[in-house]
């Protein structure tokens, strides 16, 4: 079965520092991959998207990704992150079954 | 306005006493599923529905049941609650896409569920 690995549990960062989380998947064949957010007491949105074509995709709030194939990882980036960044983010991977890792609480410094 | 809807959002009950949690979708996803969301183990999928009639069990089925009778509607049903299903639900539905399957996922508010 597929799996999806967030390899950071909670970061905590200050504000417009760099940030990077991790995500690994499990799956050989075609996939979709997913970023979300869950802003404190919220569901959670959909960040950015990845289906095919070019592997670095943009999001909103300045958000991007990089899907790497040969390395089964779909890394989510900001160059520089802001107080309102504070939230649990998901990485998700679909084929044909939509999975979650286990997600990452992000803590932004003011 | 396109939503996923879920009741109720807050629910506290006692271990057996059946309880069902309503989704509904106004979007005709064909695909619908609910999450158990737990701190540090992320959201597990309970159970997923690709189109009328046909369910599928997810991580963590045990427990619970769903119904998918009607392309909008997907409950799930705790027939005899314990107090390890204590947690806060997610539905969420999406479109399929020939060849890739469930596309984005759309969320509904979430139900948080106490058993005693």
């Known amino acids: 079965a597929q799996s999806v690995s967030q390899h950071n549990h909670h970061v905590i960062l200050s504000e417009a520092a760099s940030l990077e989380l991790g995500c690994n998947y499990s799956y050989g064949g075609t996939v979709n991959l997913f970023w979300y957010v869950q802003y404190p007491g919220q569901h959670l949105q959909l960040l950015l998207k990845y289906f095919s074509g070019d592997p670095l995709v943009k999001g909103i709030k300045g958000f991007e990704a990089e899907f790497i194939k040969s390395k089964f990882s779909f890394n989510l980036r900001k160059p520089s992150v802001q107080w309102s960044d504070t939230a649990e983010y998901f990485c998700a991977v679909n084929a044909g079954d939509m999975r979650f890792g286990a997600g990452t609480r992000l803590t932004v410094k003011p | 306005e396109a939503q996923v809807t879920q009741n109720p959002r807050y629910l506290i009950t006692v271990t057996g006493k059946k309880l069902t949690v309503t989704c509904s979708q106004n979007m005709n996803h064909e695909y619908m599923s609910w999450y158990r969301q737990d701190p540090g183990l992320g959201l597990r999928q309970i159970y997923y529905s690709m189109n009328v009639e046909v369910t599928d069990k997810g991580d963590v089925p045990e427990g619970y049941k769903v119904s998918r009778k009607e392309k909008r509607n997907f409950p799930l049903i705790l027939e005899s609650p314990s107090p390890n299903q204590t947690s806060l639900y997610f539905c969420?539905?999406?479109?399929?896409?020939f060849g890739t399957g469930a596309g984005e996922l759309f969320f509904g508010e979430g139900s948080r569920l106490t058993v005693l």
């Open positions: 969420a539905s999406s479109r399929i896409s």
